[in-house]
């Protein structure tokens, strides 16, 4: 993330330098929209939004990766992006369905569809730590869990850094996958309406023969923005995190920063596409 003025080792500092840069490229692409096809002005500033929720629901979720799989890290025993990409897709696809009635109602789906999804994840995960693998959830980073009061010392085997997934992880998991999803979808949505409205008039066919393409683009468009989102945040994380508690949640201004910047880029080109 040396990008973002971070280390190998991600630190929680901002450089300044970089941050105005990304800002510059957020603002540039906006005017570039703007110039060339000013109606699709408010759906980029949407798809920059989506990202950045995409980006920092990440941090909420619980990733244990190979030490969680052998019970010695809290968390979900996965990637990063894996992970988040399996929750905001999910959301997203209900999102999409949704599309029809209306933004409100379309994150609505989205956000529930990857936090559902997140939630069925996380128990199942417990139920393989408790009863396949006989340990029970115990947090790493924090003697008692900010939720339930639960303390973990005592549970901790030693030479680890915790294990399980404790009730904090299971909230930060859900809550990740309501922000993925409503990120994921909300892209989706502006760069539908952005589409529906300019094919037409590019390819000279009728709105009814051309929601398909619209469809399929906006979604193709709305996947790979995703994990551009999730993969940058990825980096940002560097490793494993165990949800809103864990001291490296306080990297993600860094990382929204990041994805605003990538978002705005990838939106430009999802736009221009079909305007010029």
Same mark, same amino acid.
């Given at each position: ?102 933004? +409100?109602? /379309? %994150? $609505?789906?989205?956000?529930?569809? *990857?936090?559902? =999804?997140? #939630? ?5 995960? @417990? ?86 393409? +619209?469809? /399929? %683009? $906006?979604?193709?468009?709305?996947? *790979?923005?995703? =994990?551009? #989102? ?5 980096? @940002? ?40």
């Amino acid at each position: 993330m040396s990008a973002l003025g971070g280390g190998s080792s991600g630190g929680e500092g901002i450089n300044p330098t970089a941050s105005l840069i990304a800002l510059v490229i957020v603002l540039v692409a906006v005017a570039v929209v703007f110039l060339v096809y000013p109606a699709a002005t408010v759906p980029l500033i949407g798809v920059i939004i989506g990202g950045v929720l995409i980006s920092f629901g990440v941090h909420f979720v619980p990733v244990g990766g190979a030490p969680a799989a052998m019970g010695q890290a809290p968390g979900i025993a996965t990637g990063v992006a894996m992970l988040a990409a399996g929750g905001g897709l999910a959301g997203l696809f209900g999102g999409a369905w949704a599309a029809e009635f209306g933004i +409100a109602i /379309s %994150l $609505a789906a989205g956000a529930i569809g *990857g936090g559902l =999804l997140m #939630a069925i994840t996380c128990l199942m995960v @417990n139920v393989v730590y408790v009863y396949a693998m006989g340990i029970p959830a115990a947090s790493g980073k924090v003697d008692k869990d900010p939720i339930t009061g639960d303390t973990f010392p005592a549970y901790k085997s030693q030479g680890t850094e915790g294990h399980g997934l404790p009730f904090i992880s299971y909230v930060g998991g859900v809550l990740g996958g309501l922000f993925g999803g409503m990120g994921g979808t909300l892209i989706y949505y502006e760069l539908l309406q952005v589409y529906e409205e300019a094919l037409p008039s590019v390819i000279g066919a009728s709105t009814e023969g051309l929601t398909t393409l +619209a469809v /399929s %683009l $906006a979604g193709i468009f709305a996947v *790979g923005m995703f =994990l551009v #989102a999730a993969v940058l945040t990825a980096y @940002n994380i560097t490793g494993t995190i165990e949800g809103p508690h864990d001291p490296k949640f306080k990297r993600w201004p860094r990382a929204v920063i990041g994805s605003s910047a990538a978002s705005a880029v990838c939106g430009l080109f999802a736009i221009l596409l079909v305007v010029i």
